[in-house]
């Protein structure tokens, strides 16, 4: 079973730049999928972004694409997500979600507590 934790939410410009870390426990983490999820207020949770376990194969909704990069460092069992060009629609807590199998696509198995992304206009 693997852990997660997120931090680096907060308040941020339209326009700026954020980076959101999760930093799992567990001696098996570089073998799980590790994904990002967001839940605006009144909204459904919903996917954002998924990297496989080796780093090689990474999924991004429509709405992050191009503007959202997910990437891992095995070493720290850490994942980032780099958000560039935020939109106040990015506006939602973030979630870091863990799971075993090969999809880097829901559903997950594990989540983490949420850390707060505030976009203002």
């Known amino acids: 079973q693997v852990q997660v934790v997120e931090s680096g939410g907060g308040l941020v410009q339209a326009g700026g730049s954020l980076r959101l870390s999760c930093a799992a426990s567990?001696?098996?983490?570089?073998?799980?999928?590790m994904g990002w999820f967001r839940q605006a207020p009144g909204k459904e949770r919903e996917f954002v972004a998924g990297?496989?376990?080796?780093?090689?194969?990474?999924d991004y909704s429509d709405s992050v694409k191009d503007r959202f990069t997910i990437s891992r460092e095995k070493a720290k069992n850490t994942v980032y997500l780099q958000m560039n060009s935020l939109k106040p629609e990015d506006t939602a807590v973030y979630y870091c979600?863990?799971?075993?199998?090969?999809?880097?696509?829901?559903?997950?198995?594990?989540w983490g507590q949420g850390t707060q992304v505030t976009v203002s206009s």
């Open positions: 567990g001696r098996t983490f570089s073998s799980y999928v």
């Open positions: 979600a863990a799971k075993t199998g090969v999809s880097t696509r829901p559903p997950f198995d594990y």
């Open positions: 990297i496989s376990w080796s780093g090689n194969r990474v």
